[in-house]
């Protein structure tokens, strides 16, 4: 690496040319320093404090190590441990922590792959010979990283020859590592090393161990080498690692509470829904209190739709093959999703929907529009189908046949940032009304450096892009903003909301195209008479009902708002005698609009409790002699406990009022 | 033919003896008549006006021409032109007297096949070399055709072998009965003449064509012979006829009235749905007000539905091959329909729902019952797919993906009967709430005779017979009942409705099965502890939401009930100015749950008025300065002009009271 250079000057002397290069940081900003600069320097020289805090670094568009030397001019990002590219090297190296730790436990065992995931990392392992890992072992394992953290080793970057790689697994006897470097080419290895352990690694990683101030195995698990159910099981080691003791604390907690708050675990309890392996896994039947919560969110958005001036409409779940050809999805799902529905008639077969659009614009096409005509907002509750691989299916939140609360929009282009301010404004309300309070936009852009790969006019997507980020502003969002993250189609607005466990969800997009109208040849006549293209905007707020369903049982661990639950109060006769009095309760309450349900079992009133506070019905009423008397009712709340007897007219309005407050929030 | 034998007796006398059978006849009696009695002798001898009118015979499940001789005991069922057995004989002699006509006026005239229909009868023919017919000819055949049914030409029956029939056709040079005969088998081949003209046909005819009062041929249309595309296109030509004129007046006005009221004229005026051969002939994309109506319909019923304790499901619109394999559709449905969706994984293919059943079987499954949990009611609005041939396929009526308002109940045999008159309950309020008011109820039972075909103990399906016989009768029906006409699974209780043109649809259905129940293994623990199995009763109102709405667009010529329609009120400001107090008034309305909208169009009033009537918006409000300043609105009624002005709450109040009359009636 070269980046002095000494030339003699004419008077003699002898002068250091340092070899500048120019850094360009996220907000825009330029920086020069001398060639062979690191991301850890480029940090310090920005701040001591952000030094400490970097773990890697974006250099144009590739993530490093912090220690490796920059060359040349580049456009940069420093990632911190928030930061996906900040964790994944932090955990990178955690995984290499974990490799090094069980080889120094347990001497010859062979390693597979060591990658990170959404939370955390694994390493899949071949234990030596008759010796197996269990629970008993994570101990002895966590005490080991967590001393190998401490020692705070250097990371070291080595590039290497394909030759050399091979002799050194050889040497050791890894013939996993061997099979991967064999399907390498020459010059792009790397080895990373560490203490006393090296590995086969693109990096980065970590500038050294130290950083890791708290290290954990999470699970073990079966995983055959490659995926591949033909060759060896080996062994998979789950872990997780953060930069500090408490983070780990709380992290521990959270997956404790989340598994408490599984949505599969609460929809089972609640029979909210049920998968059978017979009707096809991945597709959800809605038992009837699921199928209540879905229909009373379906019903909720189709009337808020329809204030805001959305058409609804009904579209088949299969449409011809030629459609989709003419869409592009032919292409884009054709191989490995459901293959095409034969019939007996030549020539015509049918796909199960992978999408709504191109059934929404069919009906856009039956009619001719003006100017005045638009904006037109299509609404629909349409279900799509995507052939997910099996082993990632997962309840709700990963299946083959999902329920989109879908609309497009076609407008002009000058009604873009109304529509958008408009869906901004829905979303927020939804969000609002649901219980998420905690959400952030992200606008994604076009790659400004290569605006070829886009479809549509250069003038519209300028116009969008304006639009987009004027309309979220305007709105009060402070969108983060992505660029080179527009589809090819059109550019967009996604939210992101955080569930009570902190965690993320993708819910909402705000999206738009420019090729379906083009593919599809839609058009309107404008004010000058001539025919114009329209822009189609393609929104969901709750994404799927499916997903949103899962995402709302886990936020809210299974009690529902009051407005939304399907039952929101459940009548306990202390025994059969008063049956007929709960019965005429529940008719009193149904004027009120307060809908609920009777437990007449044949059991004690302490049972009866019990069972019904497990299925979080909010209010449960105790209805004896002293009730039916006093035609009162002795109300619990779910969870809570006996907050007091009141009539049933008091009780409905406290209900009612309680939902009042639940929208005011 | 032997009928009397003439014996010696002792006594040196001679005696005939005549040979006796004996005739059952419907209601169970029995007579007993000569051997070689015909069917009209029979009707004769139980009344002479019974005997004018029956028109064919079926004798021992076989429908015979009423002049042919019986000579064996038999169970017989007299036919009158009421019954599709009279009707068949009065077209299918028609046909053949269509025939007559056209080869009497059109010389060498070849003939294919000319078979009765739902209404009427029609005839493919092949006309003389360089001739070809059209409107043109309509009169001289008509009364060419009622000249020959004037003549009360006799029908004659001759049965003759193979050999005879290739001569007769051969020398007639009719090469498409030649083809038809090379594919009978000697024997079963019988010609039937009158007057000039003799047909292969198997019958069975009238006696005579004097029994035809009026006939007419209504239309031309093309069809290759034999629905072949690579044969030869012949000329189809449909009539019909009647035993009176006043029947043959009575049904040209209702087919010219129902032309006005074709759904799918309609459904376009009324942009209720759309037909996009791009997604898919047979699949309607249901537009912004036939999907206002449709959900309309839906939420009534479901509403109803939760009255009477059913829980609502939502399952998808596919399932696993095997779950069909298991049910028996596969087999029923697997060659002539959509064809199995496949699927990258080995072994996993998906089918598009032919039944809900299945479904909800699985729904039943995951739970376990006790005899004290049934009945259990379970409804879905669930889409099915049948694959209907293209040429068959008919606007809303005929379609290859439709949504059943489908309900299973499982429950215990001793259930049957309550459960039977609480959906028949159901079904006449629907029916009355819809306007229908005319229909009749069909009960099918098993054929007393072979009672081996049926699938289910003889316990249960006694049991299940009367249940159906006591329940129907209980609730004041009237039902037809058809013996031998249950399906294999168990008995059932149609509903047939006559709309307002005198049209018969079979929409409502309750079936009782015993098959998926036992294919299934389902169960639930008895009184005894022990396990059972539980009866599933399948049922259906609308029968599919799209043949549903077809009839009653039809049965209402698109003007639905108030509290049904779409839009119940269209606002007309006679000019822009008077947009903004259209808006409050709107407003005002939604307080009352009136439902409408504003057409703002910058049109003259008269112009508004016009193209909002053929909308068939019942109530249309015309607001100019009169109306604002006293702030009241100008009705008019659909179809019947103005109503007078009236304030807003006047207004309000007489729509819901006429809402309120409409439930009432």
């Known amino acids: 690496m070269i980046n002095i250079c000494v030339i003699k000057l004419k008077s003699g002397n002898f002068a250091k040319i340092f070899f500048m290069i120019r850094i360009t940081l996220p907000d825009g900003s330029v920086r020069e320093y001398e060639k062979g600069i690191t991301g850890y320097s480029i940090a310090e020289s920005i701040s001591p404090r952000l030094a400490k805090e970097v773990l890697s670094i974006t250099v144009n568009g590739e993530v490093w190590d912090i220690t490796r030397p920059i060359d040349n001019d580049a456009k940069i990002v420093l990632h911190k441990f928030e930061d996906e590219e900040g964790q994944h090297a932090f955990w990178h190296t955690s995984a290499h922590i974990l490799a090094e730790a069980i080889e120094a436990i347990f001497p010859g065992t062979k390693f597979g792959i060591g990658p ?81 352990f090296t590995d086969l690694c693109k990096g980065p990683h970590l500038p050294s161990t130290g950083h890791i101030k708290a290290i954990q ?27 500090k003791q408490k983070m780990l604390q709380e992290y521990l907690e959270m997956i404790e509470e989340a598994k408490k708050r599984d949505h599969r675990k609460i929809g089972k309890e609640l029979e909210l829904f049920h998968f059978s392996p017979k009707v096809g896994m991945g597709m959800a039947l809605w038992l009837p209190r699921g199928t209540e919560l879905r229909d009373r969110l379906e019903a909720w958005l189709t009337a808020e739709l329809k204030k805001r001036n959305h058409e609804m ?43 709504n659009c191109p059934h929404h614009v069919e009906i856009f096409k039956a009619k001719q529009y003006s100017y005045r005509d638009l904006p037109y907002r299509m609404a629909e509750f349409g279900t799509v189908y995507r052939y997910e691989q099996h082993g990632e299916l997962h309840g709700l939140t990963r299946v083959r046949s999902f329920t989109q609360d879908d609309a497009h929009v076609f407008c002009r282009p000058d009604q873009v940032k109304d529509e958008f301010k408009s869906i901004i404004e829905l979303i927020m309300f939804v969000y609002k009304s649901l219980g998420f309070k905690d959400y952030k936009a992200q606008i994604s852009l076009r790659d400004p450096d290569d605006k070829t790969k886009y479809i549509g006019t250069d003038e519209n997507w300028e116009k969008a892009e304006q639009a987009i980020q004027e309309a979220a502003h305007e709105m009060g ?30 819910l909402g997009t705000i999206q738009v195209d420019y090729n379906l109208p083009e593919r599809f040849e839609l058009e309107y006549k404008g004010a000058d008479n001539l025919s114009h293209q329209p822009i189609m905007l393609h929104r ?42 709960a019965k005429k309760v529940l ?36 209805l004896g002699e002293k009730e039916e008397e006093s035609g009162n009712v002795s109300v619990r709340k779910q969870g809570e406990g006996d907050i007091g007897n009141m009539s049933i007219e008091e009780f409905a309005n406290f209900i009612n009022d309680q939902i009042q407050k639940d929208f005011e929030k």
């Not at 191989?335 to 095409?340: A, C, G, I, N």
């Not at 402070?478 to 996604?494: Q, R």
């Not at 709302?552 to 006769?573: C, M, N, R, S, Y």
């Not at 299925?615 to 449960?620: A, E, G, H």
Request: proline fraction near 5%; charged fraction near 30%; hydrophobic fraction near 35%.
């Open 116 to 196: 990170t995931i959404e939370n955390g990392f694994y390493y899949d392992i071949e234990m030596p010979e008759g010796q197996s890992l269990s629970e008993k072992d994570f101990a002895v394992i966590n005490k080991k990283m967590l001393e190998l953290c401490q020692q705070n080793n250097e990371v070291v970057r080595k590039d290497i020859s394909k030759e050399e790689a091979l002799a050194y697994f050889t040497t050791k006897g890894d013939e996993y590592k061997l099979e991967l470097i064999s399907e390498l080419e020459d010059g792009t290895i790397t080895l990373y090393s560490q203490g006393n």
């Open 217 to 243: 195995i999470l699970s073990l698990a079966g995983a055959y080498w490659r995926g591949d159910e033909t060759r060896k099981q080996l062994t998979r080691v789950y872990g997780i690692s953060f930069p």
């Open 313 to 355: 409409v009904k579209t088949p779940h299969i449409g011809h093959v030629d459609l989709y050809k003419t869409s592009g999805h032919y292409e884009k799902y054709g191989k490995d999703s459901f293959q095409p529905i034969q019939t007996p008639a030549e020539g015509e077969a049918f796909m199960l929907k992978p999408m």
């Open 477 to 506: 969002l402070k969108p983060t903003i992505e660029l080179g993250e527009a589809a090819f189609y059109g550019p967009k607005l996604d939210f992101i909301v955080k569930d009570a466990l902190g965690r993320n969800w993708q």
């Open 540 to 581: 969901a707020i709750f994404g799927s009902m499916e997903r949103f369903v899962a995402v709302l049982i886990e936020h809210t661990a299974g009690k529902f708002p009051l407005w939304l639950t399907p039952d929101q109060v459940v009548l306990l006769p202390i025994s059969e005698k008063f049956n007929d009095y």
């Open 587 to 622: 008719e009193l309450l149904k004027n009120y609009d307060i809908r609920g349900k009777i437990d007449d079992r044949n059991e004690k009133i302490g049972r009866k409790i019990r069972d019904n506070e497990l299925q979080r019905i909010p209010y449960l009423l105790v």
